[in-house]
């Protein structure tokens, strides 16, 4: 047989095809896999492929299956391990952050122990005072020299006072009296100074209610000019400055300079009443709407659950007079609308005299003058009745203490009364007070603070007493903390 007939016969060529199909099914399988791309395969007839062929294509799937499992199950494992490490990391803040809050709270304790030290105190009180005296002659020396710069001066003070004022308000739960008219006037006239300078209606109304209820409040709250108290001190600033301020600008500026950055108050050469009235009642509106939104509807709860408000201290005040019981027996909700009115017509009322203000220097300077001074007094009259009252009260306590120590063993503590009924002895809390709405602690001073094992019975005569009793004083106001009562329009 040829060697051409012997190449074409039936066994060599099944075994060809044979090699042939396994060879193209390989490759293209290793080009799938490895190469991402499928090699085109070479169409083999069905009458030469053999069994083994079928079975190694399923096999081939099979195994394909096999690798497409694994890659989903270890992207599931990679995607678990992502999320697991993801939940550690945000784990770990969350537990820095906490640590970081809880150090913070830490520290803010700290400092707070620290600003409540009887010496951090009595240095505070220092220097309160001499801020306070520094800021009358500083106001006085800008209004009569640069009066320019008097709203500066204000608009500075007002800048830094307002947030020791919000952050002492709230220590104390006393943070809705900042919702209050006066705060309220204050911030009309900062928007009128710098933001609507222009605008004779702001000025109008912020006039009117600043010459009104905003000043006349250190009347009829008695707020005092206390000058080693940052706090009352705040409180007359913000019921006195700003009529200072308005006087400035009326009468103090120059017609150029005022036409130029205070257009509105140029522009207004008289006041009417009516009209005042009529503006300065929308901003009142205004005002009262919004107190009544956001504090007696939106605050409810939380001043039944004790956190006092204008109306609800004004109603504990006056509960025992005429005016107070009627409108305490008045059904709800009519106790706010009657506050609400006679409020308003308080308004009203000390707004009448406004026009004389507005076109007389001289009578608006006694005016503001004027008001100054019943502030002035109302802080000689606390430094003098109430620190000069207590002194004697105690003093005469001491004495009667001392002659007591002669005929006992054991003397008692210069810092307790006489015994009550039960044979206690109580500090006492009595004294004269305030109608304030401040709280005011009275430190001690510890430079000048003696122990009270020194003060032993002794054959001394009221002199000797009486120095005991000075040295002493400091101690005894720690004791029996004085606290003002204030309402703060």
Not at 377 to 382: E, V
Request: with cysteine; aromatic share 12%; hydrophobic share 40%.
């Amino acid at each position: 047989m040829s060697e051409a007939s012997a190449a074409n016969s039936p066994e060599v060529l099944a075994t060809d095809v044979r090699k042939f199909s396994r060879s193209a099914s390989t490759s293209s399988a290793s080009s799938t896999i490895d190469g991402g791309a499928e090699t085109p395969s070479i169409e083999v007839p069905l009458d030469r492929l053999s069994i083994l062929d079928v079975l190694e294509n399923l096999a081939l799937s099979t195994r394909i299956n096999q690798i497409n499992h694994t890659v989903r199950r270890k992207g599931g494992e990679i995607k678990g391990m992502a999320l697991r490490q993801r939940d550690r990391v945000l784990r770990g803040r969350e537990e820095d952050i906490d640590r970081l809050k809880r150090r913070f709270l830490t520290s803010l304790s700290r400092f707070e122990a620290k600003w409540e030290d009887a010496q951090v105190v009595s240095q505070r009180e220092k220097l309160a005072f001499a801020f306070g005296l520094g800021n009358v002659f500083a106001s006085g020396l800008l209004l009569g020299a640069h009066p320019e710069w008097f709203h500066v001066w204000y608009s500075v003070q007002m800048c830094y006072l307002m947030p020791i004022r919000v952050y002492s308000y709230r220590k104390r739960a006393y943070q809705y009296f900042l919702a209050d008219l006066c705060y309220f006037v204050n911030i009309l006239l900062l928007a009128w100074l710098w933001v609507f300078p222009g605008s004779r209606m702001l000025f109008l109304s912020t006039y009117c209610l600043a010459y009104g209820t905003l000043a006349w409040a250190v009347i009829t709250w008695r707020n005092s000019l206390v000058l080693h108290s940052i706090e009352k001190t705040t409180s007359a600033i913000i019921h006195v400055l700003p009529p200072v301020v308005l006087h400035c600008i009326r009468f103090r500026l120059d017609d150029d300079y005022k036409a130029v950055r205070f257009r509105g108050a140029a522009e207004l050469k008289s006041l009417s009443l009516w009209e005042g009235m009529l503006w300065a009642s929308l901003w009142y509106a205004i005002w009262q709407t919004l107190y009544h939104i956001f504090i007696t509807i939106r605050r409810k709860e939380k001043i039944k659950a004790g956190y006092l408000t204008s109306f609800e201290w004004l109603r504990r005040s006056y509960k025992d007079t005429k005016l107070g019981l009627f409108v305490n027996g008045l059904p709800e909700p009519f106790p706010v609308l009657a506050f609400t009115m006679i409020q308003f017509g308080y308004q009203m009322l000390t707004m009448i005299p406004c026009p004389i203000w507005y076109h007389s220097k001289y009578l608006s300077a006694t005016f503001v003058f004027t008001i100054f001074m019943v502030a002035s007094y109302n802080g000689a009259t606390y430094y003098i009745d109430v620190f000069g009252k207590r002194f004697q009260k105690e003093l005469g306590k001491l004495q009667s203490d001392v002659a007591t120590w002669h005929n006992s063993s054991t003397p008692p503590s210069p810092l307790a009364s006489p015994q009550n009924g039960n044979g206690e002895y109580k500090a006492d809390v009595s004294g004269a007070t305030d109608e304030d709405v401040d709280a005011m602690e009275l430190a001690d001073d510890k430079e000048n603070e003696i122990p009270s094992s020194t003060l032993m019975p002794t054959a001394s005569a009221p002199a000797n007493i009486e120095k005991a009793a000075i040295k002493t004083g400091n101690a005894i106001n720690n004791e029996q903390d004085y606290v003002e009562e204030k309402k703060d329009m």
